[in-house]
């Protein structure tokens, strides 16, 4: 069973970077796909960007464009989330997922969450 920790989270003005990790443990030799999701209050929770973890491809949802860089490294089993020029609509709770067998953009295609970690911005 495969097991993720977010952190990196804070409050930070518009304009400023945060870069989330997410570090995996468990068995990770089966691990295809993995995801940031993020969900801000009284919203549902909205695909952030996605990488295939053989290979590196990668996938980003139209408002993170240009802004985030998703990013993962294979020794030390941690992905990551670099976000920059940041706006107080990237408020929320951001989590990394693992996909069941694909990189995807619905969050019905991943089955392991980590608990979240909070991005406010802020001014």
């Known amino acids: 069973q495969v097991q993720l920790v977010e952190s990196g989270g804070g409050l930070v003005q518009p304009g400023d970077s945060l870069r989330l990790s997410c570090e995996v443990s468990?068995?990770?030799?089966?691990?295809?796909?993995m995801g940031w999701f993020r969900q801000a209050p009284g919203k549902e929770r909205e695909f952030v960007a996605g990488?295939?973890?053989?290979?590196?491809?990668?996938s980003y949802a139209d408002p993170v464009k240009g802004r985030f860089t998703i990013s993962r490294d294979n020794a030390k089993k941690t992905m990551y989330l670099q976000m920059d020029r940041l706006k107080a609509e990237d408020t929320g709770t951001y989590y990394c997922?693992?996909?069941?067998?694909?990189?995807?953009?619905?969050?019905?295609?991943?089955?392991?969450w980590g608990q979240g970690t909070q991005v406010t911005v802020s001014s």
């Open positions: 997922a693992e996909a069941k067998w694909e990189l995807s953009t619905n969050a019905d295609e991943y089955d392991v």
């Open positions: 468990g068995r990770t030799f089966t691990l295809y796909a």
């Open positions: 990488i295939r973890w053989t290979g590196g491809t990668t």
